[in-house]
């Protein structure tokens, strides 16, 4: 199968474009890789945050996850613990028909989602797919893949970041001034 983009070129282009435009266009060498640093939860629990951070710790990637995608993240990163991963049926299929994940790219935000581009090899009809970042954070760090963003998506990030955790403490505060007792 002919390989549909080169890894190791870092003058290779990637452009992929969504019918609203909302994907990010880059270059392989705009992209900084990043990797799990660790897990910032939020008032409620109800959207944690997976910190990935660059090599260097100068860029900070927060990716809202749902809990249980943070709780097997946090499992399977554990020092302490047996790992224990739900994503076994998952490596074994995908090693089964020959295909692999390459690389995993943050590429869209909408609303208060996050989304990446999977690159793969052997599938014979795909060569990426767009998913929600919080349905493959957990997967693609099990299976080692590298993650990569740009420092504009990286800032987006933030903004959004900001966002969920601002909706959160009016959501707590708004049910903490709620009326309690009976109503007259």
């Known amino acids: 199968m002919k390989q549909l983009f080169d890894l190791s070129q870092n003058s290779s282009q990637i452009v992929?474009?969504?019918?609203?435009?909302?994907?990010?266009?880059?270059?392989?060498?705009d992209l900084i890789q990043l990797f799990?640093?660790?897990?910032?939860?939020?008032?409620?629990?109800?959207?944690?945050?997976?910190?990935?951070k660059d090599q260097s710790h100068e860029y900070t990637l927060p990716v809202a996850v749902n809990p249980l995608?943070?709780?097997?993240?946090?499992?399977?990163?554990?020092?302490s613990l047996t790992p224990s991963t739900p994503h076994r049926f998952t490596v074994h299929l995908l090693d089964s028909l020959g295909?692999?994940?390459?690389?995993?790219?943050?590429v869209e935000i909408k609303g208060v989602h996050q989304y990446v581009r999977l690159y793969?090899?052997?599938?014979?009809?795909?060569?990426?797919?767009?998913?929600?970042?919080?349905?493959?954070?957990?997967?693609?760090?099990?299976l080692e893949v590298p993650i990569f963003a740009t420092r504009s998506f990286i800032a987006k990030s933030r903004?959004?970041?900001?966002?969920?955790?601002?909706?959160?403490?009016n959501q707590i505060v708004d049910s903490q001034g709620a009326v309690k007792g009976p109503i007259h």
């Open 120 to 142: 793969m090899s052997g599938h014979p009809g795909l060569s990426s797919l767009k998913v929600q970042a919080d349905e493959a954070m957990s997967l693609c760090l099990f």
């Open 36 to 52: 799990p640093y660790g897990l910032n939860l939020t008032a409620d629990l109800s959207r944690p945050f997976l910190l990935m």
């Open 159 to 169: 903004v959004l970041s900001a966002q969920i955790e601002s909706q959160l403490k």
């Open 16 to 29: 992929f474009q969504s019918q609203d435009q909302e994907e990010e266009v880059f270059h392989q060498k």
């Open 69 to 79: 995608e943070a709780g097997i993240a946090l499992n399977q990163n554990s020092l």
């Open 99 to 106: 295909i692999k994940i390459q690389q995993c790219v943050f």
